[in-house]
């Protein structure tokens, strides 16, 4: 069974940054496509960061130059560094990876259970 587990969320104050980290384990054969999500209070989930499994990354308008997704694929693990955090970041960050299980041999998208960040101003 494939999992995701992020860790790094928490509180910091407008201009300061965090480190989110997305660990997959299980029966992995390959990992495709990572990315990271986030819902804010009474808003729908959207898209903040993606990259490829050779390394391209996209990012929503709202983060580019402030944030920046990374993978290390020996570690089947995705990071985001977010800088200049505003408190309109304040959201549950979610990981997202297009995974290859040794199970089913199907390409599925897994889902972490989200990580929190909160910026105050």
């Known amino acids: 069974q494939v999992q995701l587990v992020e860790s790094g969320g928490g509180l910091v104050q407008a201009g300061g940054s965090l480190r989110l980290s997305c660990a997959a384990s299980?029966?992995?054969?390959?990992?495709?496509?990572m990315g990271w999500y986030r819902q804010a209070p009474g808003k729908q989930r959207e898209l903040v960061a993606g990259?490829?499994?050779?390394?391209?990354?996209n990012y929503a308008e709202s983060v580019k130059g402030r944030f920046t997704i990374s993978r290390d694929n020996a570690k089947n693990t995705v990071y985001l560094q977010m800088n200049s955090l505003k408190p309109e970041d304040t959201a549950v960050y979610y990981c997202?990876?297009?995974?290859?299980?040794?199970?089913?041999?199907?390409?599925?998208?897994?889902w972490g259970r989200g990580a929190q960040v909160t910026v105050s101003s």
């Open positions: 997202n990876a297009r995974i290859i299980d040794g199970s089913s041999w199907s390409d599925y998208a897994y």
């Open positions: 299980g029966r992995i054969i390959s990992i495709n496509a």
């Open positions: 990259i490829t499994s050779g390394g391209s990354t």
